[in-house]
Each structure stands twice: as structure tokens, then as C-alpha cells.
């Protein structure tokens, strides 16, 4: 996929405040001394007066956001991952998640493909840890096109809403003329009989290619990108379950509690089906290249593929 235009989802994120704090003045963008790196640095280019750099303090930040919410203002504030769903939890449960308040948490450089940083900085539980707080949306799209949608959208749906953006530049896979966002519905990519691979943010891509591998190789894989983990598409997974009878799930994350435990949770309650997840196996991360270290840990389209054969046979 290297011919393939590749654009980092932060990247998109910072654009698409851009474009919506033209439109709307009551959006206000917070950062926690990361402007450069989450590139809301951009929207601070253009709108210096709506833009608060709350310094290294992660749980104030999510403090101020909740005061600004209450105010009437939408607040999107930002962080890496580990510091937005890590760090302040806390303040993100009890001052965002319990009064319900509207707003929205953009956290990058999430997973493994922050590359070099290291383990500390790799979260790989933040999935887990947003889907469990009552009320909030949590979302992880796959490329540019869907990054950029997935940001209005949130802007528009009242209530608090996790992002989850990348550090290294992906292919565009969304750039066709039909495509729709929508929060809670999942997109059937690639339709097949003999496998569903459900998929999330980075990993739809890659699965996308791991079903052309497989295809060669005379198995018939159905791809679903299912952006939104919470509220999940229990209808689009039910119907492609029934269809296939196995179900494997692949994301840059814990496989505890995020894509393939939502996905297993909608599943052995009302469809029982042989379900493999691919991610991070109840292990840190570790600095190195991204592209090696998802080479390593099994996310890259052969071994997506190769994983996907265990299953099917």
C-alpha cells in the first residue's frame, strides 16, 4: 500500500477543528502543553483566542473542559492517549462522564504505533477504559476521511465523546463517494462468506489487505470497520456472524476490553460464535520503529492473514 496516500489521523484532527471553529465560535480547543504534537497547534494558528494551553496537567485540563461544558461552550480537549484516558481517569469519569457534560476528548498517539516513545507512553487500555464509563462514546476511526467525519460528528452529538488518533501516517481508505459516518454504525468494507473480520482505527486497512491475501488463497473474507466501539453495531455484527459462523477482531489495543470484547460481549449473549482476537496479547509495548513494532506484535496484513487461516480451518 505504499503507492496509497497516507495521512496520520492527528493530522486530520487538527484540520478538522479548523474547520469546524469557523463555523461554530462556542467550540474551544484545550491542550496539555502537546499542541505541536496533537496538532491543535493548527486550530491555535487560526484561533489563538479559543485555544487554552492548561500546561502539564492533564486533570485540570479535564477540569476546565467540564467548566467551560457547563457554560455552554464545547470543549475538545486534547492529549496523547495516555495521559487523556490514563492520567486523568479520574477527573474523566467524575467531572465529565457522571454529570454527563458535553465534552469531547481527542486523544492521539494511541497503541503501539507511537513508535519509539516506549511502553510508557504506548496506551493500549484506553479503549477499555472509556467503554466502561457509563455515557460515553467512544470512537476510533480508520483513516483521514473517516477522522475528519468522525470529529463533526462528535461536535454534533450532545454528550461526552473519546477520539482515539494515531502518531503514524496511514492509507486513505475512505476517499469514495458514497461513504457515510455515522455514530453506532459500523461500514461492511469487503463482503465475504467464510470469515468476518471485524476491525477498528489502523487495523482496517490492514485487514482490508489481509483479505485480498486470502483471498488468493481461496478464502472468502467479510470486512467490517466498526469505528464507533461504544455504542457498537450489534445488528451489522449479528447479521455478518449468522453469515459466516467465525468472527476474528483486529485492533491496536489490549484484547482485554476494547474491539474484541465489545464485539464478544454483543456475541455470546445473543449469537454464540467462534470468535479470535488479534491485538496486544496482556503485554507492554516497547520502543522501536512502528511499522516493526506492529510487524512484531501480529498487526500488519499477513499476519492478520495467517492468523485468520487458524481459524477458517
Known amino acids: 500500500m505504499s503507492d496509497i496516500k497516507k495521512i496520520a489521523t492527528r493530522e486530520s484532527y487538527g484540520e478538522a477543528l479548523v474547520e469546524l471553529g469557523k463555523e461554530h465560535e462556542n467550540l474551544i480547543v484545550l491542550d496539555a502543553d502537546l ?36 457554560c455552554g461552550k464545547v470543549p475538545f480537549m486534547s492529549s496523547f492517549a495516555m495521559f487523556a484516558a490514563g ?10 462522564g457522571y454529570p454527563h457534560l458535553n465534552v469531547k476528548i481527542g486523544a492521539t498517539h494511541a497503541g503501539i504505533s507511537v513508535g519509539e516513545d516506549g511502553a510508557t507512553h504506548q496506551c493500549n487500555e484506553d479503549i477499555a477504559l472509556m467503554r466502561t464509563i457509563p455515557g460515553m462514546t467512544v470512537i476510533c476511526p480508520s ?3 473517516e477522522a475528519r ?15 482515539r488518533f494515531g ?3 496511514i492509507p486513505i481508505i475512505n476517499d469514495n463517494a458514497d461513504y457515510k459516518f455515522e455514530i453506532g454504525k459500523g ?22 489487505e489481509a483479505a485480498g491475501i486470502l483471498a488468493e488463497q481461496g478464502i472468502d473474507a467479510e470486512v467490517i470497520n466498526i469505528h464507533t466501539i461504544k455504542p457498537i453495531d450489534e445488528e451489522l455484527i449479528l447479521a455478518s456472524a449468522r453469515k459466516s459462523g467465525k468472527v476474528v477482531t483486529v ?17 455470546s449473549e445473543k449469537l454464540p460464535t467462534i470468535v479470535k482476537k488479534i491485538g496486544i496479547n496482556d503485554t507492554f509495548g516497547e520502543s522501536g520503529p512502528a511499522t516493526e513494532l506492529l510487524e512484531k506484535y501480529g498487526l500488519t496484513a499477513p499476519s492478520i492473514a495467517e492468523q485468520v487461516k487458524s481459524i477458517v480451518k
Not at 87 to 96: D, H, K, M, P, T
Not at 187 to 208: F, M, N
Not at 251 to 267: F, Q
Request: aromatic share 4%.
Open 87 to 96: 492520567r486523568a481517569y479520574e477527573q474523566v469519569r467524575n467531572s465529565i
Open 251 to 267: 485492533e491496536e489495543h489490549s484484547v482485554i476490553g476494547g474491539l474484541g470484547s465489545a464485539v464478544c460481549d454483543v456475541l
Open 167 to 169: 502518531r503514524l501516517a
Open 187 to 208: 461500514i461492511v468494507l469487503r463482503e465475504g462468506k467464510d470469515v468476518t473480520i471485524v476491525a477498528t482505527g489502523l487495523c482496517v486497512g490492514e485487514s482490508l
Open 149 to 163: 467525519a468522525a470529529v463533526r460528528a462528535a461536535y454534533e452529538h450532545e454528550g461526552p465523546v473519546y477520539l
Open 143 to 145: 483513516d483521514d476521511v
Open 35 to 70: 499542541a505541536g504534537a496533537t496538532k491543535t497547534g493548527t486550530f491555535k494558528k487560526v484561533f489563538p483566542e479559543r485555544h487554552i494551553d492548561c500546561g502539564i496537567a492533564e486533570a485540570d485540563m479535564a477540569g476546565i473542559a467540564a467548566g467551560l461544558a457547563a
